[in-house]
């Protein structure tokens, strides 16, 4: 088992930005793949941005040039940069990891809440 633990949430205006941290800590070695889910109100949970298994970034459409996802791995966190905020983009943001390659499984961190509004 891996633990993930975000930080960087909270309340910003249209326009801003804000940088989210993911901290993994445990069985570190056994994740194939990382990243930022994020879910608002009565709507379904969604990828923001990840790093693949082949380390590879990839992200939402609709997020492209906005969101940036970056690594540290010798402090074993991953970062979501999130510039020109947008009211849309308020939601719960939860950092994922993906645990193994022939049978995968899901960790997920408790979320972080990131608000936009004036």
């Known amino acids: 088992q891996v633990q993930l633990v975000e930080s960087g949430g909270g309340l910003v205006q249209p326009g801003g930005s804000l940088r989210l941290s993911c901290a993994a800590s445990g069985s570190i070695n056994k994740i194939s793949a990382m990243g930022w889910y994020r879910q608002a109100l009565g709507k379904q949970r969604e990828v923001v941005a990840a790093?693949?298994?082949?380390?590879?970034?990839i992200y939402a459409n609709s997020l492209k040039g906005r969101f940036t996802i970056s690594r540290d791995n010798a402090k074993n966190t991953v970062y979501l940069q999130m510039n020109s905020l947008k009211p849309e983009d308020t939601a719960v943001y939860y950092c994922n990891a993906r645990m193994g390659l022939i049978a995968p499984y899901d960790c997920w961190g408790p979320g972080t809440q990131v608000t936009v509004s004036s």
């Open positions: 790093f693949t298994s082949e380390g590879s970034a």
